[in-house]
């Protein structure tokens, strides 16, 4: 009785292609979607560090508080890209960072104010800081473009403090990190072209060779 022996493998094949839905863009109207579910970024990480930290009244209250505040809004839009996001670490803590230093320095302009012209100051201020810290990681994708993020996030921020402001009333006197949920729907409908475009553009992180098969030419 005799077999047949087994083909050698061959070396040069190289393992199977990635599957491409993997890395395909996503629906726009899923990813616009997902991006309106990540307002809830705003006001549940404004409240963690309301209640981790405490109440926004000096630099080392805002530096912690805005980090954590960032770190939470940094997951959520991170979930919310899809696999068209940047690199999802780099995101959260360019936005931790972004949001530590802006409510820094926005506070302390406003010595800790929360009257309607503090919190849009306060708003412009911290959104003009995310925006450039979150501008860095889209130049990749967006270009030149990318370089008026951080002049879209001041103006849609401080809309955001507007429009809480004008809802909760005297509830912004507790000194919150944050907006709340009204003012975070509104900032994140007009900021949805950024999703839309980079699930337009189906951009990734990941390096374009990645995926090329072992022993292919270079």
Known sequence: MTTTPAKP???ASGPRPADPSSTAPSSPWRTFGRWLVSFLGFPVGGYVAFLTIGPLESIPTALAGGALTGVVLGLAQAWAFGPTRPRSIIWVLST???LAAG???GAALT???TDTTSLVVLGAVTGAFVGAAQGVLLIRHLRAVALAWPLVLSGTWALGWLVS???IGSSVDQHFYIFGSSGAIVVAVLTAPLA?????RGSTDRPSGA???MGSAS
Request: aromatic share 4%.
């Open 9 to 11: 493998r061959d070396a």
């Open 96 to 98: 931790a960072a972004g």
């Open 103 to 105: 409510t820094a320095l």
């Open 111 to 113: 010595d800790y104010a």
């Open 165 to 167: 402001e004008a809802v």
């Open 196 to 200: 839309l475009v980079l699930a337009g």
């Open 211 to 213: 995926a090329r098969p």
